[in-house]
């Protein structure tokens, strides 16, 4: 083990039920036949395969957090989500945070069961970690569920009681707004339904209807949204974040939400700017200046693993000024400040004063914050700050 | 070269669409001039925007030979010219070049105001006019009261009116008969000193200038030593020769032919429409009468959308200098906009058209100001000054009064809208002159207007309120005492030069109103609450409000997101470069046009 210190995996698990209409991530629905075992055993190979070839390039001894995104990885069941983690869990530790991603109709007994006592890990054979379950919910209320094109019909409250039932101590939902058709009253539903629920962690999105989805066809996203529907998406979006923090949630960056000490450790790893390593069909790794993409192709990938140490990539090369932009808006997003020098490369020094001025930004020893009040335009915030020439 | 008797100078005027150039067209395929293989529409418009637009910018001259049915060969001179009120000047001076000229009128349509303003240039210039209907074949041709305006406008009895159809070819060939019958043989003096006048001038990037002239006395030689005697400039004549219609050369070009002549000089400004070229040796005194250097009448601000292309668009604007005199310009710096030039043309149309030709044909984007007129201030000292731009304007402490342009506007509608139109005048600060009717059916009304109110949108409102049927022409009358104001625009309190408009004081509160409503709608919602106030000096008379953004955040951004999530900002970083940065606010292009969507009266048009 030599080469740079990554302590973040990602694993893409590219397989769900079906594919639902707003999801914009690589993943193949599988059928009830029983080609659909065999194929994810294949995966399963291929990934370790890629995982002994990347392993041997850089410093991989700890793991800090392990994120099993998808798809849906609960899919594979206790059997093969235990061969999936065997390499990586002697790297990880008690303190190491493994989250697993899910659906509420991929949430059976079996599945609670074998998430709620942790995975064994480390050398010694009793020590555990928990798992952190990501269940994706999106809405608590059906008619919402099916304008976004959900597939299943399972109820996500009954999938949400069975993984506390059984003892899940770390559950995160995630929940969008901004669905068509959705109301101010629906977000003061959903609200209740959180309230109720008590999980530790929400993530609330705005539906992006920016790419190709079935949705976003379906709605004819290329139509600018018009300015009255801006409004009631900042009212709902105020709301939200009004509504959770009387919950005693933290709003620890612009969509997400946790209770005190359960803020996603790994996903703030990516919002630092800290090495990665992603494995899996569409899989996205940067460490340093490098940033790499895996094809988004499940058999090309289990193919090319069967021959060589590599799967088909993309390179992506980031510049001084590149890593500079992501670090600003990743910080803004966060409200974190930022090292001005870190920043200088993309920073248009001018705007800086008048966005302080109106209380966007603010500066403090060398560094500057995007304000809770900055926060909730980021984006416009950091596109004045960008500077001309550099793009 | 040709006797004096056998020469026959004549032009084709019409208003537009009534069918001068299927005319032209038709008498080029008649007498052989133009291989039937090479001809095509409009054969004389040689520009592209001409042909598009259906209209004539540049005159043309063309050779004709012609064996009328006296059996003797003549040569014809078609001057072709331009038929628009901005390019009056250039057609009064094509026309001094010929002797008679062909009046096209549609049968359909009747005189309109072109008709009469072209006729009443041609009967200035003691042209012998030609009456032609055209579009005899059409069915819904009223041939009789077609008839009945040409008599009151020309005297022309109905035996001296041709009846034809230029698209079909029916009677053209009695236009020429008409041609060689009724034109005078040029005039002039074979053995005088030599003059020749210009009616029109281009500029070749090889040869330099091209003069078409018209030999007035004696006769112009090859290498000879020729002086213009308006702009002083002396050159030697390196080519001459006529046109065919494209440029032949000869050695020698006599008293009554048309044809071209090429010195080297470079500059046309040098070379001016209406000037007189005489030679050297028998250096002739007297110029030919009507000589004027025009001036332009409406200014706007063009600038570069992108502000790296200012020397792109300077050099282009250089390069359309060279061939047209009468396009004035100069630099011009908006805090606003940057940097560009102020820009002086004859009309709306000249404007019109050397915006469209930068743009095609130099391949600019470009964002041109609100268009207005020059006004003169005279302030207490009792100096004048010019103002060319809004932001010009001195203060109105030290104004004692302004002045600006007047037209005289000849406006020819049928009598169903004279109501209307004394109702469109009323509220455009229009002084009735006078009414005269063509035929029961028509009528001629002359008011005195500001230039500011046509170049506003008098034009536009003229045509929807009579549904298309009222034509205008309108010459320049005087400059006259009038209650004008500043009105300008402030963005967060800071007021953009771009946005500053000259109005009547009675209608500045309207017109304020209605455009910072305008503008409210126009700029984006900014990081920043943003007032947009209409001012006359420190008084703000309208004012509204752009709200501060609630929400700009992407949703969610993982790891395999964080370069399309960069790449979205900085596309968003990129796209702010067609905003112009006023202060703190970022306005969009489109804002700068909003005042054209404003109406005098200031409602939304």
Redesign the interface.
Same mark, same amino acid.
């Given at each position: 083990m030599s080469g740079p210190a990554v302590r973040h995996l990602y694993v893409h698990v590219p397989f769900c039920r079906a594919k639902c209409d707003y999801c914009d991530f690589y993943s193949l629905p599988v059928g009830d036949d029983g080609s659909a075992r065999r194929r994810m055993a294949e995966y399963i190979e291929a990934l370790h395969a890629e995982w002994a070839a990347t392993a041997a390039r850089y410093d991989v001894q700890h793991l800090h957090t392990l994120y099993l995104g998808g798809g849906s990885p609960s899919l594979l069941g206790p059997e093969l989500l235990d061969r999936l983690l065997a390499p990586f869990a002697p790297l990880l530790s008690a303190r190491s945070e493994v989250t697993v991603e899910t659906n509420p109709e991929d949430v059976d007994d079996a599945f609670a069961l074998w998430a709620a006592p942790g995975i064994a890990v480390g050398a010694a054979a009793d020590s555990r970690c928990p798992v952190r379950v990501s269940l994706g919910v999106q809405s608590f209320i059906s008619s919402l569920r099916a304008a976004l094109g959900r597939a299943a019909a399972a109820d996500p409250e009954a999938a949400f009681t069975r993984l506390r039932m059984t003892g899940c101590e770390n559950v995160s939902i995630d929940l969008i707004y901004g669905i068509p058709g959705q109301t101010l009253a629906d977000i003061a539903r959903e609200l209740i339904k959180v309230a109720f629920l008590a999980p530790d962690h929400v993530s609330w999105y705005e539906l992006d209807l920016d790419h190709a989805t079935p949705l976003a066809w379906r709605l004819d996203s290329g139509d600018r949204i018009d300015d009255d529907d801006d409004e009631e998406r900042a009212a709902m979006y105020v709301r939200i974040v009004h509504g959770l923090e009387d919950f005693g949630f933290r709003w620890y960056e612009v969509s997400n939400f946790a209770q005190p000490g359960k803020r996603a450790r790994h996903n703030i790893a990516y919002w630092r700017g800290r090495p990665y390593l992603g494995l899996g069909p569409a899989a996205v790794s940067t460490v340093g200046a490098t940033r790499w993409r895996n094809r988004p192709d499940a058999a090309g990938y289990a193919a090319a693993l069967d021959e060589g140490p590599e799967p088909e990539r993309d390179y992506e090369r980031l510049s001084v000024a590149d890593r500079a932009r992501e670090r600003l808006f990743l910080a803004a997003r966060m409200g974190a400040p930022v090292s001005l020098t870190l920043i200088a490369p993309a920073l248009d020094e001018a705007a800086v004063e008048p966005l302080a001025q109106a209380g966007l930004v603010s500066l403090r020893g060398g560094t500057l914050t995007v304000t809770r009040k900055g926060r909730y335009v980021a984006n416009a915030v950091c596109v004045r700050l960008f500077r001309d020439s550099c793009i | 070269m040709t006797d004096l008797a056998h020469i026959r100078n004549f032009s084709i005027i019409a208003h537009i669409d009534h069918g001068k150039s299927t005319l032209a067209d038709r008498i080029l395929e008649i007498t052989g001039t133009i291989d039937p293989r090479d001809m095509k529409e409009q054969i004389l418009d040689k520009m592209d925007l001409e042909r598009e637009r259906g209209i004539t910018i540049k005159a043309q001259a063309v050779r004709i030979a012609y064996t009328a049915r006296d059996g003797q060969q003549y040569q014809l001179n078609l001057i072709d010219t331009p038929g628009h009120v901005d390019f009056t000047y250039e057609v009064s001076r094509s026309l001094a070049a010929c002797e008679s000229a062909v009046l096209v009128v549609d049968a359909a349509q009747g005189v309109e105001a072109q008709t009469v303003a072209n006729a009443f240039l041609a009967i200035d210039n003691d042209l012998e006019i030609i009456p032609v209907l055209n579009k005899i074949d059409l069915p819904a041709v009223n041939v009789p009261e077609a008839e009945l305006e040409v008599h009151e406008l020309t005297g022309a009895t109905p035996e001296e009116i041709l009846r034809i159809s230029a698209k079909t070819g029916e009677g053209v060939v009695d236009v020429l008969e008409a041609i060689v019958q009724r034109t005078p043989a040029p005039a002039g003096d074979p053995e005088g000193a030599p003059r020749a006048l210009i009616f029109d001038s281009v500029y070749d990037q090889y040869r330099g200038v091209i003069a078409y002239v018209r030999v007035v006395d004696g006769a112009f030689n090859v290498r000879e030593q020729v002086d213009m005697l308006g702009t002083g400039q002396t050159a030697e004549i390196e080519e001459l020769g006529h046109f065919g219609p494209e440029m032949v050369a000869d050695k020698r070009l006599a008293i009554g032919e048309v044809g071209y002549i090429i010195t080297g000089v470079k500059d046309v400004a040098q070379v001016r429409v209406g000037d007189t070229i005489v030679t050297h040796k028998r250096r002739a005194a007297e110029r030919l009468p009507g000589y004027r250097v025009v001036q332009p009448m409406v200014f706007c601000g063009l600038f570069p959308t992108e502000g790296d292309k200012y020397d792109e668009l300077r050099d282009a604007l250089e390069k359309l200098a060279l061939n047209d005199a009468s396009l004035a310009y100069e630099p011009e710096s908006s805090r606003a906009l940057g940097f560009g030039f102020r820009c002086g043309f004859l009309g709306l149309l000249h404007m019109d058209i050397i915006r469209e030709r930068l743009e095609r044909e130099y391949d600019l984007e470009l964002l041109a100001t609100t268009p207005n007129v020059e006004y003169h201030a005279i302030v207490t000292s009792g100096e004048a000054v010019i103002v060319r731009n809004p932001a010009e304007m001195p203060d109105e402490g030290v104004i004692d009064h302004v002045e600006e342009p007047y037209v005289r506007a000849s406006v020819l509608v049928p009598t169903e809208f004279v109501g209307t139109i004394m109702e469109l005048c009323q509220g455009r600060r229009a002084d009735f002159v006078d009414m005269q009717y063509l035929s029961p059916e028509r009528v001629q009304m002359h008011y005195q207007l500001p230039l500011s109110e046509i170049v506003l949108d008098f034009f536009d409102q003229l045509k929807s309120r009579t549904k298309g049927y009222a034509s205008l022409d309108y010459e320049l009358s005087g400059y006259r005492q009038s209650d004008l104001v500043k009105l300008e625009i402030l963005l967060a309190g800071e007021a953009v030069d771009a946005l500053s408009l000259i109005v009547p004081r009675g209608a500045a509160h309207a017109r304020g109103k209605a455009l910072v409503q305008k503008l409210r709608q126009k700029i984006p919602r900014? /990081?920043?609450e943003v007032a947009v106030q209409a001012a006359i000096g420190s008084r703000v008379v309208a004012r509204e409000t752009v709200k501060a953004?609630? &929400?700009?955040? /992407?949703? $969610?951004?993982?790891?395999?997101d964080?370069?399309r &999530?960069?790449k /979205?900002? #900085?596309k968003? $970083? #990129?796209g $702010? $470069?067609r905003m112009k940065q006023v202060g703190?606010v970022e306005v969009p292009q489109e804002a700068f046009l909003a005042v054209l969507e404003i109406d005098s009266s200031g409602k939304t048009r």
């Open positions: - | 900014q /990081l920043f953004k609630r &929400k700009d955040v /992407l949703a $969610k951004c993982y790891g395999g964080i370069t &999530k960069r /979205l900002l #900085e968003q $970083k #990129e $702010k $470069k703190v």
